[in-house]
C-alpha cells in the first residue's frame, strides 16, 4: 500500500464536491446520452467521448484524487481497488499505479517538454483538411455534413496554406497525398520531441492525460480539462472544411487571411488556458510516480 494523505475530507464536504462536479458536467453528457439513444452522432462534441473513449458514467462520477482521506459512508469508494482503507475511512492506493509506470513517466515527460516550448500559432487549423486532402466527397470521414469547398479548391488552400503538423495524432490521419506535404513528420517515438502548446490537439489531450491516470487526478481538475478540449474542437472543426452552419457553428474560413488571424487569436487564446491546465496536471501526477517510485 503507498498513500500520502495531505487533506481530509468529511463527508459533508465530500458529498457537497460530487454534487457540483455532476452538475457540472450534465449538460455536457445529456446531449450524448440522447443522441446514443437515437442512434445519432455530433461531428463536434462526440468526438470527446468517441476518440477519447471514456464513458459518461467515467466523467460523472466524483473522486477527490490522490492525496485526500475520504470520511463517512465511503463503501462504494472502498469497493474500487483503486481506494485503500484508512484508519479514519478511505483514501486513493497508488500501489494500483505500478503497472502504469511507463506511461506516467511517458506523460510527465511529454507534459514537462511541451510547456517549456513556444506556442507555435502557424497551423491555421490546416490538420482537418489534411485529412480530406485529394478525397472525394463519399470517402471524407464526416459523410453526413458537406464541404464547404470543392476537392480541387480543398487542395489549392492546403498547397497554399502549407501543413505544419506536430501532433503524432492528428498526422497520422492524414490522407497519403497529404502527409509528404507536411513540414515535419511526427512519431509516437518522438513525441516528446514534437508537442508544443499551441496545437490544439495537444491541449485536448490534457484531458485524455486525466483520464489516463483516473481515479488519482481529481474531477474537477478532469473536468476544466475536458471544457478546455470542447473548446478547442469547436475552433477545430470551426476551422475544418466542413459546412456545420446547421449545427449552428459559424466557419472560420481560414482559406482567407482574415479567417487565419481569427484562428490564430483564438488558439492563442486556448493555449493561454492551457499552460495553467498543464502545470496542474503535472503537479498531480508527479507525486504519484514518487510515491509508486518509494514504493
Known amino acids: ?51 477519447y473513449p471514456y464513458s459518461v458514467g467515467r466523467i460523472t462520477s466524483w473522486h477527490p484524487g490522490y492525496g485526500i482521506e475520504l470520511q463517512g459512508n465511503v463503501e462504494d469508494f472502498a469497493a474500487n ?16 499505479l505500478d503497472r502504469q509506470r511507463a506511461r506516467l513517466e511517458a506523460t510527465i515527460r511529454i507534459l514537462q517538454t511541451t510547456a517549456t516550448r513556444e506556442a507555435n500559432t502557424g497551423c ?56 509528404p506535404l507536411n513540414a515535419v513528420t511526427p512519431t509516437r517515438a518522438r513525441q516528446a520531441e514534437f508537442e508544443q502548446p499551441g496545437c490544439l490537439h495537444a491541449n485536448m489531450d490534457l484531458y485524455k492525460y486525466a483520464q489516463w ?26 476551422a475544418a472544411p466542413y459546412d456545420l452552419q446547421d449545427l449552428g457553428y459559424v466557419p472560420i474560413r481560414v482559406e482567407t487571411l482574415e479567417g487565419r488571424h481569427d484562428y490564430a487569436r483564438q488558439q492563442a487564446e486556448i493555449t493561454r488556458q492551457s499552460r495553467d491546465l498543464r502545470e496542474r496536471l503535472l503537479t498531480s501526477l508527479r507525486p504519484l510516480l514518487s510515491s509508486i517510485s518509494a514504493s
Open 213 to 238: 491516470f483516473h481515479p488519482f487526478v481529481s474531477s474537477e481538475l478532469t473536468a476544466d480539462c475536458f471544457a478546455l478540449a470542447r473548446q478547442a474542437r469547436e475552433l477545430d472543426m470551426r
Open 1 to 51: 500500500m503507498s498513500t500520502d494523505v495531505l487533506e481530509t475530507f468529511t463527508e459533508e464536504e465530500w458529498r457537497a464536491r460530487a454534487q457540483a462536479h455532476q452538475a457540472r458536467v450534465e449538460p455536457w453528457v445529456a446531449p450524448r446520452r440522447d443522441r446514443r439513444s437515437r442512434g445519432q452522432s455530433h461531428p463536434v462534441d462526440d468526438f470527446l467521448f468517441d476518440y
Open 124 to 179: 491555421f487549423g490546416m490538420h482537418e483538411w489534411a485529412m480530406v486532402y485529394a478525397q472525394g466527397a463519399d470517402e471524407v470521414r464526416h459523410r453526413t455534413h458537406p464541404l464547404r469547398l470543392s476537392r480541387e479548391q480543398v487542395m489549392d488552400v492546403v498547397k497554399g496554406v502549407g501543413l505544419r503538423c506536430t501532433h503524432f495524432d492528428a498526422f497520422r490521419f492524414f490522407t497519403s497525398e497529404a502527409a
Open 81 to 96: 481497488p483503486a481506494y485503500c482503507r484508512t484508519t479514519r475511512g478511505v483514501t486513493a492506493n497508488s500501489a494500483a
